[in-house]
């Protein structure tokens, strides 16, 4: 079983910027086949695929985040991040990290597919 812990969350104003955080213990996520990503789940809505990165490197995100977001991992340290540039307030959102023993592609946005899953980190993003 592996750990996710987010950190990084909170409020921002609008087109600022915030940097997330994803520490995975208990078994590292490297050499084999992986795909950690970052979800988010605002009040009333189904949980979101927001950007995900594989153990082949590739990006893919969203299309409402293209260009704003960035996911990139730090490899050595077990850490996954996701900034959020020029922040909206529509990315308020509590933001979850998942993780699965699997390429992303296919289905990397069905929430169901990933094994792990962090305890979330808020968002807020004020006008």
């Known amino acids: 079983q592996v750990q996710l812990s987010e950190s990084g969350g909170g409020t921002a104003q609008a087109g600022g910027s915030l940097r997330l955080s994803c520490k995975a213990s208990g078994h590292a996520y490297g050499g084999s086949s992986f795909c950690m990503g970052w979800f988010r789940q605002a009040p009333g809505n189904q949980r979101e695929g927001v950007a995900v990165?594989?153990?082949?490197?590739?990006?893919i995100y969203a299309e409402s985040v293209k260009g704003r977001f960035t996911i990139s991992q730090d490899k050595a340290r077990n850490v996954l991040y996701l900034e959020i540039n020029r922040t909206r307030p529509d990315d308020s959102a509590m933001y979850y990290c998942a993780a699965d023993w699997r390429l992303c592609e296919p289905g990397w946005r069905r929430p169901g597919r990933f094994d792990d899953w962090g305890q979330g980190t808020q968002v807020t993003v004020s006008t």
């Open positions: 990165m594989g153990s082949d490197g590739k990006a």
